[in-house]
Structures are given as C-alpha cells and as structure tokens.
C-alpha cells in the first residue's frame, strides 16, 4: 500500500474519534509537522478533513456523503428478512419493516400472520406519520427541527375516535416515545388493530421501523406489551449489523 493512502486512512478514524491538532496527527503518524501539514492540504482540497480557525482537524463533508451514499445504496430487506420472520413466528402476529425518506415512512417488508383477520398494509404504502406506530417510531427519534416541521405540515385526518388530532398533541406522543423507547398505535390508524414498534439505525441514525401488529380481539394490550422486549432485541440486531 502507498505510503500516503496508508497515513490518509489512519488520519481518517482518528478524527472521527473528534476534533485533532496538527501536533497530535504528527504525533499519530510518527513524521514531521510540515509532512502531516501536506497530507492534510491534499485532504482538505478533497474535502475529507476541513480546519477551524484554531487549526484544529475534524472529517469533512465529503466523508458523510460517502457514508449516505453506502448507506443509501445498501439494502436493509435481506439483512432484516430472518429476523422479521424470526418475530413473526414467535409472536404469530403480523410485523413490518418501514424506511424513512424525505419526511415519509413507506413499508418496505412484512410478514404476515396466518390469520382470518386481514390488516390494511401493502409493500410501497406510506405509512401515516401521525397513526402508524412504525412512523411514529422513527419520527420521534428524527431530530427536533425535523419533528417540529413535520408536525406542521400534517393534515391530521381522524381514522378513529383514538387518532392524534393536531401537532401539539403529535409532539408530546412523539416525546413520551423517546423517553420509553417504543411506540404505540392504539388502534389510531384502524379501529381494530393495535400495534408497538421500534426504531432500527443504519450508520447510528434512525431511518427504519420495525413494528408488531394485532387484531384486539385475539390479542389483548397486556400480551402485546409483552412483545416489546422481542421486537427491541430483533431491531438492536438488526442495528447492529449497521454500526
């Protein structure tokens, strides 16, 4: 390997372990300030390091749109798929896999349980951000600006007597779901259906869900919760394969 692409790629997590100064790169690299300074110009002008006006070194914006890129092009379905079908056929209930893009939740993926009662869902479909517990579980962890804005563009239309009515109240929903770390759709989108979900992070950030669904005439509130710890162990693994 190039001696210079070998020191590059040792600059490159180190920083990401936080900002550094010329000194320390040196330091890092075992050679002479001004040779640590070239290798930092050449990665600078590339934008994969950029400085303050303390001359201190942080990654530049062309790592994180490499990283977007990977993560964009990298599908989650075939990774996510045994444990989906894993949880499905623990818990003999429907479950789902949704992804976040531009402000909208679609289902990606599901199983579905073998049952006579059918629940509104198909691959594709936007999930309601205000209704859904699988959109309800990635919004809440968007940050707040996102929150904020996407609370207002909503038109809150009532599926049921349980829907959330307006962005006041869609906000406090979405801070109670990061406090307890899994949403609830209690029966909001569909009078007879009720369901939990979590959120999955690809890269450390939150773009999927993975949620539980239950007629509650076969499944009670009590048997649902108890599904929780299941379907949080399946999205941490599922994460996991994303750290």
């Known amino acids: 390997m190039s ?23 040196a330091t890092l690299l075992g050679v002479h300030k ?22 201190r070194y942080r990654l530049g914006s062309q790592i994180f749109k490499l990283a977007s890129a990977a993560l964009g092009n ?29 402000g ?7 199983y579905e349980a073998q049952k006579t009662v059918r629940m509104y869902s198909r691959l594709g479909a936007a999930a309601p951000l205000y209704c859904t517990g699988v ?3 990635i919004v809440a962890h968007r940050s707040e600006k996102e929150r904020r804005e996407l ?12 829907t ?20 609830i759709d209690d029966r909001e989108h569909e009078d007879y259906i009720h369901c939990v979900a979590v959120p999955v992070s690809t890269g450390g950030i939150v773009t999927h869900g993975l949620s539980v669904s239950a007629p509650v005439m076969t499944l009670p509130r009590a048997q649902l919760m108890e599904i929780v710890p299941l379907l949080q162990e399946a999205a941490t693994a599922i994460s996991k394969e994303f750290s």
């Open 34 to 55: 001004s040779t640590a300074l070239r290798l930092l110009q050449t990665m600078e002008t590339q934008g994969f390091v950029r400085h303050n006006d303390s001359h």
């Open 74 to 102: 990298l599908d989650i379905r075939p990774i996510a798929a045994p444990y989906i079908r894993g949880l499905g056929e623990r818990t003999q209930q429907t479950v789902h896999l949704a992804a976040y893009d531009e």
């Open 151 to 162: 609370a207002g563009r909503i038109s809150y239309v009532r599926h049921t007597e349980r």
């Open 3 to 25: 001696q210079t692409v070998d020191r590059a790629l040792q600059i490159l997590p180190f920083l990401g372990e936080g900002d550094r100064d010329l000194a320390d790169i």
């Open 135 to 137: 959109a309800k579980a």
């Open 164 to 183: 959330i009515g307006g962005p006041d109240e869609y906000l406090a929903e979405l801070e109670k779901i990061r406090e307890r770390g899994y949403a």
């Open 104 to 110: 909208e939740v679609f289902y990606i993926d599901k």
